[in-house]
């Protein structure tokens, strides 16, 4: 069955755009389209796609408050912004809001499709531009509770990127397991999301900038 993705935008030629270059990829279904972040999110509980790709600057209701709301009220549904701006506190409230991907629209078409499979894949999908801005602005959590080998294993590989699916396979441990390990991981951590805790593995020296996507 195919991705079904959501596009909002206020500009109708970008709409477009992505709609054709989406259309050529037979695993990518765009369900619907949206020119606000108020229509985005009425969408969204109308139309449940696994993907939102987000424009942030909007009227009516801007990307941000659509991606919290979003994640509050339908939280199976992944969200990766795609947009011009790259302000470090732009780019860091909304991952914090719980956007999974984090594009700027210069990216090649490559790279937005696999974004998008990646989110539905619950994959992390960071352009390198905001993942560095992101590196730097987080915060060590306090008095965080020490990780167990295996809890440290799991959040290395999917700092790299890697689904539950692809972890489980990795470590030789069922899915199940590996959705236990992750829940452990962001208490400990006390942080909201798995792009948080890649963050933190990233600026804890688990592992390297350049690993993130790379599933």
């Known amino acids: 069955m195919p991705v079904r993705v959501l596009l909002v935008d206020d500009h109708t030629v970008m709409r477009q755009g992505v709609r054709m270059l989406l259309s050529l990829d037979p695993e990518l ?3 619907g389209e949206a020119a606000n972040g108020r229509d985005a999110v009425d969408l969204t509980r109308k139309l449940k796609p696994a993907v939102v790709l987000m424009d942030l600057v909007m009227p009516v209701m801007d990307g941000l408050a659509a991606i919290i709301e979003i994640r509050r009220d339908l939280p199976e549904t992944e969200i990766v912004a795609l947009t011009s701006v790259l302000e470090d506190s732009i780019v860091t409230d909304v991952v914090r809001a719980g956007a999974i991907g984090y594009l700027l629209k210069d990216a090649s078409g490559e790279e937005l499709v696999k974004a998008i499979k990646s989110a539905a894949a619950g994959q992390v999908h960071l352009s ?4 560095a801005r992101l590196v730097r602005d987080v ?7 020490t990780l167990t080998s295996r809890e440290t294993d799991v959040l290395k590989l999917l700092a790299q990127g890697q689904s539950n699916k692809e972890i489980a396979q990795a470590l030789a441990i069922g899915e ?3 959705h236990s390990h992750v829940s452990n991981i962001l208490a400990k951590l ?3 999301s798995r792009t948080q805790a890649a963050l933190y593995a990233i600026r804890t020296g688990l ?3 350049t690993s993130l996507n790379r599933g």
């Not at 390198?128 to 993942?131: E, I, K, L």
């Not at 915060?139 to 509770?145: E, G």
Request: aromatic letters at 0%; charged letters at 15%.
């Open 128 to 131: 390198p531009q905001a993942a």
């Open 176 to 178: 199940k397991t590996v």
């Open 190 to 192: 006390n942080v909201p």
């Open 29 to 31: 279904q765009v369900v």
């Open 139 to 145: 915060r060590a959590p306090d008095h965080p509770q």
């Open 207 to 209: 592992v390297s900038l």
